[in-house]
């Protein structure tokens, strides 16, 4: 019997169905961004981004926000961040006063500090104390303090019970002054236990003594109190140096003072403890005419 023939299926001997083409669409209209404007965007990011920018807009900030915190204080009266303290507008010469409670003092940094229109120009150093004690930081800090551009002079804490003259030999034998040093310091701050007559006494004997051999009137310094209790009227030819802290304004006539320490709590980069800070009396000119010729 003969084998059956077989059949193709309809389906399978059809030709396949061939997929249609879908045709991608092309937008005319649309385009990338043009040369320029991918410089332009790059520009942008890289100000943005850029350390600079930010440098400015902090600054604009803090600047702001200086502002916004003085809001309230005397404007003659306010405070300055760096040195920590408020300063006394209107007083174009600044400085300090050291001595061995100040350590060792980086007078570079010292130099280096400013803020707005605040900078260290000069700096009182302690040499001496009584008849015998020498301060132990006297000698690093008068020869580092010049070097570093800081104008300076020594000063001497007065001991009323002691001879006055022995006092002025023993300061004038530890402290070298040369040309372009402030005039010597004689520190006055306590009767110590004799009469205010005594103390002036002997203090008379010790600046007639400074004076006579350096050939420049000393300064006086003292508490703005103690002179007015036992100085006053007594030494006015003598250039005056008072303390008076923590006060918008000197409660003395503009022409009765020369510098005035107005704070015992100012920090200096440079230095590990406060300070006392001062300014000057007068301006540029006035303040080289005190300067030992």
Not at 143 to 149: I, L, S, T
Not at 171 to 189: S, Y
């Amino acid at each position: 019997m003969p084998a059956p023939r077989k059949t193709s299926n309809s389906r399978s001997s059809a030709s396949p169905r061939k997929k249609p083409v879908v045709r991608k669409r092309t937008s005319k209209g649309k385009k990338g961004l043009s040369l320029e404007w991918k410089f332009a965007v790059a520009a942008l990011l890289l100000v943005l981004f850029s350390p600079f920018y930010y440098g400015y807009i902090i600054k604009g900030f803090s600047s702001s926000w200086r502002w916004i915190k003085d809001i309230g204080e005397d404007p003659g009266y306010r405070t300055y961040n760096s040195f920590n303290i408020k300063i006394p507008k209107g007083h174009l010469i600044h400085g300090i006063d050291v001595s061995y409670y100040q350590g060792k003092i980086d007078w570079k940094q010292v130099k280096a500090m400013e803020e707005d229109d605040v900078a260290v120009k000069f700096a009182f150093i302690k040499a001496t104390e009584g008849m015998f004690n020498v301060d132990p930081y006297f000698q690093r800090n008068w020869r580092e303090a010049p070097k570093a551009g800081i104008i300076c002079g020594a000063y001497h804490y007065f001991k009323p019970k002691k001879s006055g003259l022995w006092q002025a030999k023993f300061f004038l034998q530890t402290v070298k002054f040369e040309a372009g040093d402030l005039p010597p310091v004689v520190d006055i701050e306590e009767l110590n236990g004799i009469s205010s007559a005594e103390m002036r006494l002997e203090l008379q004997v010790f600046l007639t003594h400074i004076e006579k051999k350096t050939d420049v009137k000393p300064i006086i310094y003292t508490g703005l109190s103690f002179y007015k209790d036992y100085l006053k009227g007594y030494f006015d030819e003598y250039p005056l140096w008072v303390a008076h802290y923590h006060q918008p304004r000197l409660k003395m006539p503009a022409g009765d003072w020369h510098f005035w320490q107005h704070s015992d709590k100012a920090k200096i980069s440079g230095i590990n403890h406060v300070v006392d800070f001062n300014v000057f009396n007068g301006d540029s000119l006035k303040f080289d005419s005190m300067l030992i010729r």
